[in-house]
């Protein structure tokens, strides 16, 4: 995936703090510490999440469960798509994946990118990349704005103060 998207370091001040605040929000679901894994906003309509691949992510044929693979790619599309909305927190109201490969241990890095909408809904792409490099799987999902306010979840304020 190719990004035309604003980087932190030329990004609006207020934009790189909304991004560290969403960074933070990632950290403080308690979901993600069953997870080995670390969101980073790339830029404005991206994101990327490195984890790490074990044998606690298996099914029963010893390679990692699709579950792993939908919460990577889905996390990495909502929070690609959540850059363009400062003021509330998304939902997922649909999520298409495509499996490629079997993943058995390893970094597994998810990149998100945002391709279209920012008022009412947002459409995101995401894929998964082993540590050689191969593609392992692909998705897209269409966001919509709740009337959740991104201000009032702790884990997004504690990413306000750093």
């Known amino acids: 995936m190719t990004s035309t998207a604003t980087p932190l370091e030329a990004a609006p001040a207020g934009a790189a703090l909304h991004w560290r605040a969403l960074e933070g929000l990632y950290a403080s679901a308690p979901v993600n510490s069953l997870f080995s894994s670390q969101l980073t906003i790339t830029g404005e309509g991206t994101a990327r999440i490195a984890f790490d691949v074990d044998e606690r992510c298996y099914h029963a044929a010893g390679a990692a469960h699709g579950t792993i693979y939908f919460k990577m790619l889905d996390d990495a599309a909502f929070y690609a798509a959540n850059t363009l909305v400062t003021d509330k927190f998304l939902l997922t109201t649909s999520f298409n994946l495509h499996f490629s490969r079997p993943v058995k241990s390893g970094r597994v890095i998810a990149e998100g990118r945002w391709i279209s909408g920012r008022r009412r809904v947002l459409v995101a792409e995401s894929r998964l ?10 998705g897209t999902g269409t966001f ?5 306010a991104l201000s009032g979840l702790p884990g997004y304020a504690a ?3 750093g």
Not at 144 to 148: A, F, G, H, T
């Open 159 to 161: 990413g306000l103060t």
């Open 144 to 148: 919509q704005r709740s009337r959740i």
């Open 129 to 138: 990349v082993d540590a050689e490099g191969e593609e392992i799987g692909r």
